[in-house]
């Protein structure tokens, strides 16, 4: 029901900024009404195709942590952790990366060692955050509509059997350190009551909105100047800033099946996640234009890209406060795009090699 929601959301929403820009026309310029509705309301209208889906995140997360049974989590997954290096308390900055990578960064100031909090900050951002796995969700509602969440599910447990294996040798080489026994306090098992977990899942969702509703309208602001500019260029057309911008990258997301459009919200989901659909949107214009430009193949390859690279500017920063380490951070943004570019290469190459969405 939840992506269902989503889906009416996201299908009417162009109609409505489209019937809004035709009524605007009538009494402003024409590049005013399409700023207002082809730039910001379309950057609105994207922040409320995800609100479904991150509310829905936050409820599970604050009904697991009203309860109880977080720390109970921590304590059962010690063994497990213990092999990646990490404690049991490890487990709790990894699932809140699910909701967003920069108050899980910041949990990890519960791990005492040293090595092991290095380490969890450089696994964190392999773990998609709530923005990603909405970015996720609407790719896969539009190319695999008979089977989303099965793609979806693909992508997450990827990620996790990822993060353990780098984990692991990641705590035998770079980030080796002493293990250290590992004490827990649990707290007493009680019901969570609807009125607790909905305000935390409101304040939570509240924050994550705003933030991301502000970044993706100013993004979604940007976009559309250097979509529209220079003046007297078509809008989106070869001739103007990013189309300029498209054909300069398009030769490096060839060997990845990346069209030019993608390569180019990727290129903003840099600053935040969160505006890789908008980019889509103001660049393609609908769901039936993506679909057109992308096969499965291609967007799945998308993902997989997406799952990995360099994390948002705020994960990065708060990377970088944590640790005081220009070189750490770095090494971060090269983990992601490495891994980035190795999973979606050899995903797209072995697809074509054998047929497989062709």
């Known amino acids: 029901m939840i992506f269902n929601g989503k889906d009416v959301a996201s299908g009417h929403i162009p109609g409505l900024v489209d019937l809004s820009y035709n009524w605007m026309l009538t009494f402003m310029p024409d590049w005013l009404s399409s700023f207002i509705n082809h730039g910001m309301l379309r950057g609105l209208g994207a922040v409320l195709t995800f609100t479904p889906v991150i509310m829905l995140l936050f409820l599970i997360l604050s009904f697991l942590e009203d309860s109880g ?114 004490v827990l306090e649990l707290p007493p098992y009680r019901m969570p009551t609807m009125k607790g977990i909905s305000i935390h899942m409101w304040e939570k969702s509240e924050g994550f909105l705003r933030k991301a509703g502000t970044i993706i309208v100013g993004a979604a602001a940007i976009i559309w100047a250097l979509a529209a500019l220079p003046w007297g260029v078509e809008y989106g057309s070869p001739d103007s800033y990013i189309g300029m911008f498209a054909q300069w990258i398009a030769p490096i997301g060839t060997a990845f099946g990346l069209t030019p459009e993608a390569m180019i919200s990727l290129f903003f989901g840099f600053f935040a996640k969160e505006v890789v659909i908008d980019s889509l949107y103001v660049l393609y214009g609908n769901k039936g234009a993506i679909l057109a430009a992308m096969t499965p193949l291609q967007a799945y390859s998308f993902m997989l890209f997406m799952l990995f690279y360099t994390p948002c500017v705020a994960t990065l920063t708060t990377i970088y406060n944590e640790t005081k380490s220009k070189k750490f951070t770095l090494f971060v943004i090269l983990e992601g795009l490495v891994l980035a570019a190795m999973f979606s290469f050899t995903f797209y190459t072995l697809a074509n090699l054998l047929g497989v969405g062709v």
């Not at 809140?96 to 960064?105: I, S």
């Open 69 to 182: 049974y977080l720390a109970r989590v921590a304590f059962l997954m010690d063994s497990i952790m213990k092999k990646m290096g990490l404690e049991g308390r490890g487990i709790i900055p990894l699932m809140l990366g699910f909701g967003c990578n920069v108050p899980a960064v910041m949990a990890t100031r519960t791990l005492k060692d040293e090595n092991e909090r290095k380490l969890s900050i450089a696994l964190n951002p392999l773990i998609p955050c709530g923005a990603r796995i909405q970015v996720f969700a609407f790719l896969s509602g539009i190319f695999f509509p008979s089977n989303p969440a099965l793609v979806l599910w693909s992508l997450l447990i990827l990620s996790m059997v990822v993060v353990f294996v780098l984990g692991y040798i990641y705590s035998k080489t770079i980030f080796r350190g002493k293990s250290e026994p590992f």
